[in-house]
């Protein structure tokens, strides 16, 4: 046998390459602005794409697992990955019209995006803010950015506060967020998560979360807002709270706004729906606080206060 049939070099490597339009060209940043009820305007630069949102990403080899996107999601939900959402608008109005929830307080954002709310809490003097995206060098960068371009309007004067971005898959250990908390905190006060319901896959991944990361205090919240941006899954978005139910949590509706427009035109489905938020507050049920264990199953019903 000729020996150069052994030689890796006569390989043809081209049977190997993906062709040149293989994968999707990087988008520029954007950029937007956001005017707090103070007056100060924070000015954001959102990715131009976000691998979550790219389907040929699923096809590489990677350590992180992919969250499954729903296969209806609509192409032109699919084509705004990189605004900020109504979800987190409407969250970050709430939080100034409420800032106890965030006033010296420990907050952890999951899927922060831009991390629009994130910034509105230290704005309003929270103690630690841990803002958290899938862990993407690119997205977390990003967040890393605003943090880092928003700081002056920020600064509450306090050296002792921090703010930070750093990657987390949903459903993972929590020890490394809690890492970040200053003394005497072991769990955070308050957690936001913003148009985050419409993968139904990562529900029960999202609540494990949820439950090992929020403190059990008569004060702790998370705060929970979305859109249906498919309306005629509103019952299967809606299902994440009864799994918040069966963990010890109580639900209470505290937000219903209809925006001035859909976010994005051109979807199918019921547009009032569409331009809807909806916002939830949860928190451990009296039972549960200063146990340390989760208390029994107990339903309520949507847009009440389960007890």
């Not at 350590?63 to 209806?72: R, Y």
């Not at 994130?118 to 690119?138: F, M």
Request: aromatic share 8%; proline share 7%; glycine share 8%.
């Amino acid at each position: 046998m000729d020996s150069s049939s052994d030689d890796d070099s006569a390989l043809d490597t081209t049977l190997f390459q993906e062709p040149k339009d293989y994968f999707p060209l990087a988008k520029p940043f954007t950029y937007t602005s956001y005017t707090l009820l103070n007056g100060q305007t924070l000015h954001l630069r959102l990715v131009g794409h976000n691998p979550l949102w790219v389907p040929q990403f699923a096809l590489l080899p990677s350590l992180l697992p992919l969250p499954s996107l729903p296969s209806d999601l609509p192409t032109n939900t699919l084509s705004q990955a990189h605004h900020i959402w109504n979800g987190a608008l409407t969250l970050s109005h709430y939080l100034q019209t409420h800032p106890t929830l965030t006033h010296t307080k420990a907050v952890l954002e999951l899927g922060a995006g831009a991390g629009l709310p994130s910034l509105v809490a230290a704005g309003l003097g929270a103690k630690t803010v841990l803002a958290t995206d899938y862990p993407d060098e690119d997205l977390i960068a990003n967040l890393q950015h605003n943090i880092i371009t928003c700081a002056p309007l920020l600064s509450q004067g306090d050296d002792e506060s921090r703010f930070i971005a750093t990657g987390y898959l949903w459903g993972a250990p929590t020890h490394a967020l809690t890492a970040h908390l200053l003394p005497p905190s072991k769990k955070f006060d308050t957690l936001l998560l913003a148009d985050l319901l419409f993968n139904h896959s990562c529900h029960a991944s999202l609540i494990h979360t949820l439950t090992h990361t929020l403190s059990q205090t008569p004060f702790a919240r998370a705060l929970v807002f979305f859109t249906p941006y498919r309306p005629w899954l509103l019952e299967r978005d809606m299902a994440f709270f009864d799994l918040c139910r069966e963990e010890g949590l109580v639900v209470e509706k505290v937000v219903e706004e209809r925006m001035e427009k859909v976010m994005f035109e051109g979807d199918r489905g019921d547009e009032g729906l569409r331009r809807t938020v909806f916002g939830f507050e949860v928190r451990w049920r009296e039972r549960v606080v200063g146990h340390g264990g989760l208390g029994e199953e107990e339903t309520g019903r949507e847009g009440s206060v389960d007890g």
